[in-house]
């Protein structure tokens, strides 16, 4: 227990499960504080788009009558969009909400800003502990992308004798299950979509992004647990360059040339004289025909015709119930 719980592995673990927790916890929150918000300004939400300015606007100003030019230049930087906010803000369609009221929204738009601000510290934390541990591999997929793989395989020493084909499909155990007991398509991809390589490239390519993601994944982590030279930078490189073959490479023909190569049929094969006969042989002549029962042994002339039997259909009497 003590060599299990020992180490940065157990920190990565729980951090990225508190991460996934917050995340959630934040998006609940900026919800309902815009949302409630919107009953006093609801025309706020047209102008600014970003969650993020809009909590900030609410923690800090809160009443609609507060939004002047003054007070909104601490947190927006564009000028058309103060004077478009202090300009509706006096001819509002929302209804006048009581102070209480927009004090509790306030407090609600803290919590959630305060939310974040300790999940951006918990990835910063990750980021120096992933890169202590495995600097090939969170130079290869990012401290944030490897600390979830960790997290779901449950410690190093399982993700680095995991082969390449595991580490593809690891966070879609829904998908694989179905395949192999439905027979539906298998999942190209798990947690790793989430690499720009694989979330950038087409439909086509995935796969074979995702497989060359962890096949060099796989290296990575075997040279960081077992201890080995770094070739983070290495991996990386060869990466590149295969990804972007697999991008530029030709994958249909012209179809001219499928259409030319199609016209050229292959010779025929020269048959040697003791060939079987095939439907070709019917249309000769019949003293140039060569049967198949001539190389055959002829049954004996003074056989007698066997004699067969009858059968005589019986039908039975149905059951009277």
Known sequence: IAENLSGNEAFI?????????????????????IDWHSFEFPE???????????????????????????????????????SAMAKT???????????????????????????????????????????????????????????????????????????????QVIGAEKALYSHLKSGSDPPKHGIIFQHPLISS??????????????????????????????????LKEDMDKKSLKIVFAKKTKNPKKIFQEQKQFPPQKQFSQERKPSNNDRKQAPHERKHAHQEKPHAPQNTKPVKREKFEFTRFPRKKF
């Open 44 to 82: 706020l939400k047209k102008i600014v788009r970003d969650n993020d300015t809009l909590l900030e606007l609410i923690a800090k100003i809160g009443a609609r009558k507060n939004f002047s030019e003054k007070n909104i230049l601490g947190t927006v930087k564009d000028d058309s969009k103060i």
């Open 201 to 234: 490239a087409k439909l086509d390519d995935r796969g074979k992004m995702a497989r060359l993601l962890a096949a060099k994944t796989s290296i990575a982590v075997k040279v960081d647990y077992f201890g080995g030279k770094p070739i983070g930078k290495e």
């Open 89 to 167: 803000s006096q001819n509002s369609s929302g209804a006048e909400l009581d102070q209480n009221d927009i004090k509790e929204i306030q407090v609600l738009a803290k919590n959630a800003l305060e939310i974040k601000s300790q999940r951006m510290r918990l990835a910063g934390l990750l980021e120096e502990k992933a890169k202590k541990i495995a600097p090939n591999t969170s130079i290869l997929l990012g401290a944030l992308l490897f600390s979830k793989l960790v997290a779901r395989a449950g410690s190093m020493k399982k993700l680095a004798f995991m082969p390449a084909s595991t580490i």
């Open 13 to 33: 673990v729980k951090a990225v499960s508190l991460m996934e927790a917050l995340a959630g916890t934040f998006n609940l929150l900026a919800e309902h504080a």
